[in-house]
C-alpha cells in the first residue's frame, strides 16, 4: 500500500494548536490502515528563533522530498522587528516560490447554521460557495526590481514590481476554467485593466484561454475595486473568481470574512502536474492567520487546518471516500452544536481546540 | 466680491444627468449673490469621440486656470477596446497627476435613515463614519516601467512598478493626521510591509511623521488584507484610514458599499497649498461611476454628485454656511422620503434624478 509523505509545518500562534488537533486525524486514518508517513519542522518566527532563517534548508528538502505540506501560520508582533529577509512571511514566501505553488484555491463557504455569525445580513450570505483562484507565485510578491534605495539628497524612494508572464497568467486560468466546469461553470477574473499594463495583459490571455479551450464556460471580465464591491453588496453572482497574486490575497479575506465562518476555512496551494509522474507538490493551509492574541490558550478553532487537510486527502491523494467520510465528521460535530467560541451561536457552551479534535475523531 | 471658477466635467454615462442637478444648486447661489463662474467641457470617452484624447489641452487648460473643478464619471462599455493610452480614464489620471491631487478624501458615512440599504447588518454600519485617505499621484498607478513587452520566443511579459518617494508618504501622513485631529483622533495606516517593500517604507515614514509632528493622535498599522477583513466585520473601530494609491482604491469602494449609499458619498481630490495665494488645486467628484447600464434614463441619484459640490464649498472656497445649507437641504429631503431608487425603503415612491435637485433647491 502506498505511504503518503506529510511535512507538518505548524508555524507560529496558535499554528501548533491546530495543527495538534490534525494529528489526531491522521492518527485515526493510519490506525485504519492509511498509510500516512509524518514530518515536522519549524517554519515562520520559530524558525527563526532556533536558526536565524524563516525556514531552514533542512525543512525546504523535507518540503521538497514531501507528497503534501500542511501549514499552520505564522508571524506575530514578536518577529516584527527582525529585518525583511527573515521575517516569518519569508518561510511561506519560499515554499510556494520554490515548490512552484502557483494555483492558490480558497473556498469561501457560508455554512447554513454559521450564516448569523456573520456581519451581512443572512439572505445576501447563506448557501454562498465561492472559489478563488489565486496566482500565488507572480505578481507583485516576486517582481524586482524591489527595493528601499537612498537617493543623493537623503531622501528614499521605494519600489515594488509587478511582473507576468504569458504562461503564468495561461496555467492559472486553465486552472480557473477546470474548476468552473465541476461547479456552476463561471469565471470571473479580476483585475485593474484600466490603470494597469499587467491588468490589460491578464486580461489579454483570460480571453484567448476562454476562446481556445473553454468557450463552454461562461467568462466575465471585472475590475478588482467593482469585485470587492461586489463580494460586500450580493457575493453569490460569483462562482469562480480568478486573480493576480495581490488581488487574490484581498478579495479572498473580504469573501471568506463574509462567511462568518474564518476559522472553518481551509486553502490548497497547487503547483503543476509532474508528467512524468502525475504528481504535484501541494501545501495546505486555514485561511485564517497565527492569531497571536489567543495563541496558546486552546480557544482556536481547527476546522480550517482539519478541512486543508481534507483538502489534501482529495486532491494529492485521491482518497476522495476518506475526504468526504472528513467533511462528513466535521459537519455533525458543527450541527451537534460543539464549537469554539467564534462559531458558537447564542446559548451554545464553547469548547476548547482540542474538544473539537476529538469531537471529529469519534464522529469518524 | 471674489469670483470662483468652476470646470463641470460630466464625462460619460450617468456623469451628465449627475452634474445638470449640481448646476441647479450653483445656479440657486448665484442668485443669492454667490460668485460663481462656470465652464463645461469634455472629458472620458465623450472627450474621445470629440478630440481622440480622453481630455484635451484645452480642458487641462481650464481645468489649471479653475479654482475647483467637478467631475463626473467616465468609461462604459463603448470605450473598452480603445488604445490604452486614449481610454476614459486616461482624462481622470492626467487630471490627478497634472493638477497634483494627492490627497483623495473618501468620507465613508451610513446615513442612519438609509443603514437598511446596506448587505451588512443594521447595527454593524448604523452610524458609521469613516474617513478614507488615499495617496493620488503615485504608487502603481503612475510608477515606471509600465509595458508589455514581446519575448524572443513570442511569449509576453507586463509590468507596472510601484514607486514612493520620501515626500509623498509624508505628505499624504500629514493629510491624515491633521483630519484626524478634528474627528476621533485615530489613523490606521493599511500597507502590506510583510510582502511590499512600499510598504516597509510606509510604515517608516508614517511612524516617523507620526512620532516627530502628531503623537497625540492615535496611530495603527494594519496589513491591507486584514484591513480589507476588518471594514467588512467591524468597520466602526476605524476614524481614519490612510493608505497609497491601489489599496485606497480598492478599500474606499468596500467602505462605500457598507453604507448602502454608493449613490450619496462624495469625495475630494486636493493639491498641495500654493505658499504664495494660499490656494490649492481640487478635483470634486462622487464615488460612485459612470453607471452605463442606468445612464440617460433619468434614475441615478444625483446626490454623490451634488455632495461633492458641498465639499468644493467647504474646502475649496470656505464657504462654510453655504455647506450648511446645503448638507442640511440634502438632509431634509432624503427625510422627506423624496429619494431615487437605490436608497427608496420598501413602500417609497421612488423619483428620478431630476426630482432630487429640485427638491433640494426647493429646500434650500
Ligand atoms: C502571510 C502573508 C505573506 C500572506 C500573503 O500576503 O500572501 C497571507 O496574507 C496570505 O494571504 O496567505
Ligand atoms: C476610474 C479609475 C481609473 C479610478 C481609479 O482606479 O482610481 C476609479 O476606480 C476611482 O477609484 O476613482
Redesign the pocket.
Known sequence: MATHKLLLLPGDGIGPEVMREVEKIVGWFRKRGVGFETETDLVGGSAYDAHGAAISEAAMDRAQAADAVLFGAVGGPKWDGVPYAVRPEAGLLRLRKDLGLFANLRPAICYPALADASSLKREVVEGLDIMIVRELTGGVYFGEPKEIVTLEDGSQRAVDTQVYHTHEVERIARVAFDLAKKRRNKVSSAE?F??MKTGVFWRQVVTRIHKNEFSDVQLEHV?A?NCAMQLVRYPKQFDVIVTDNLFGDILSDIAAMLTGSLGMLPSASLGAEDPATGKRKALYEPVHGSAPDIAGRGLANPIAMIGSFGMALRYSFGLLDEADRLDKAIASVLASGTRTKDIAGPGMNAVGTADIGDAIVKEL
Open positions: 485593474k484600466n490603470v475590475l475595486d
